[in-house]
């Protein structure tokens, strides 16, 4: 059974920085691409960030020059960095791994961003 364990999420205020973390196994992590997704109420599910194999990268346009995603490759982790937060990053965030027609999802880790 494929596992993605999220772990990172919580409270900040505007202008504030949180980095999600998504651990899972080595034989999924060396062979997928890894993504980050949110959903906020009321909202479907939309992409946020992308990370390759190989290492590059794709953003969405609402958060891209504020998160960064990366890979920690002997750590089996994507990262995501959420820096510059807005209360409209309000949201469930999902870790999500794909290949080719495989896919699969995280638990989601909730991020509110408030004052």
């Known amino acids: 059974q494929v596992q993605l364990v999220e772990s990172g999420g919580g409270l900040v205020q505007p202008g504030g920085s949180l980095r999600l973390s998504c651990t899972t196994s080595?034989?999924?992590?060396?062979?997928?691409?890894m993504a980050w997704y949110r959903q906020a109420p009321g909202k479907q599910r939309e992409f946020i960030a992308l990370?390759?194999?190989?290492?590059?990268?794709n953003y969405a346009a609402s958060v891209k020059g504020r998160f960064t995603i990366s890979r920690d490759n002997p750590k089996n982790t994507v990262y995501l960095q959420m820096n510059s937060l807005k209360p409209e990053d309000t949201a469930v965030y999902y870790c999500?791994?794909?290949?080719?027609?495989?896919?699969?999802w995280g638990q989601g880790t909730q991020v509110t961003v408030s004052s």
């Open positions: 080595r034989s999924i992590f060396e062979s997928y691409t």
């Open positions: 999500n791994a794909v290949f080719m027609r495989n896919t699969y």
């Open positions: 990370v390759t194999i190989s290492g590059s990268t």
